[in-house]
């Protein structure tokens, strides 16, 4: 397990358009006894009702939902781009079928019993606020329909980050 230092929130410095959109990331959530990630390109972070706060979007059929909404807690992990090939197989395998973490090649580590990646660069712990489904009757721009051609709409999800950390 690799040693993690809380760091203060407001003095983060990295670009979430690169962190997420093209790194990429890793949402957990769960339990010592059960946990799920899955890689996630879409969200970002801010100020929301006096908060720190992120924001994700996670697709109805995914596993790892099931954990974020029976749970209070989730974790963000930016791994970096030395992990791409562990990032692509958590988007593009489901925890129900196969165990993610090891064949991905990674380790679960937690803090306050929140599951996180091990190998992640910095990590934001989040307690959520809020949970807004998506739907098609919300889209003000034609153009998002493309997205959910199968109709596996997201639910948005914001959190306050509670914690950041890195190594």
């Known amino acids: ?17 690169e962190a997420i959109g093209k790194d990429w990331a890793l949402v957990s959530a769960g339990s010592k006894q059960k946990a799920n990630t899955m890689t996630v390109s879409w969200g970002g972070v801010g100020v929301l009702w006096g908060k720190n706060v992120a924001f994700i979007f996670v697709r109805d059929s995914r596993y790892t939902k ?16 030395n992990h791409k090939e562990a990032l ?8 129900r079928d196969v165990d993610k973490i090891a064949e991905a090649g990674l380790t ?20 959520k606020l809020s949970a807004t489904k998506l739907t098609e009757d919300s889209f003000l721009s034609p153009d ?24």
């Open 1 to 17: 397990m690799h040693v993690f230092q809380p760091i203060p929130v407001d003095t983060l410095e990295f670009n979430p358009f």
């Open 66 to 81: 099931e954990f974020i909404d029976n749970g209070d807690f989730f974790s963000i992990s930016f791994l970096g781009k």
């Open 88 to 95: 692509n197989y958590c988007g593009s395998h489901s925890g």
């Open 108 to 127: 679960w580590n937690y803090k306050h019993s929140i599951p996180f990646i091990d190998e992640g660069e910095f990590v934001l712990l989040c307690q």
């Open 144 to 167: 998002i329909k493309k997205w959910y051609a199968d109709g596996d709409l997201h639910t948005m999800y914001i959190a306050e980050i509670i914690e950041a950390m890195a190594r």
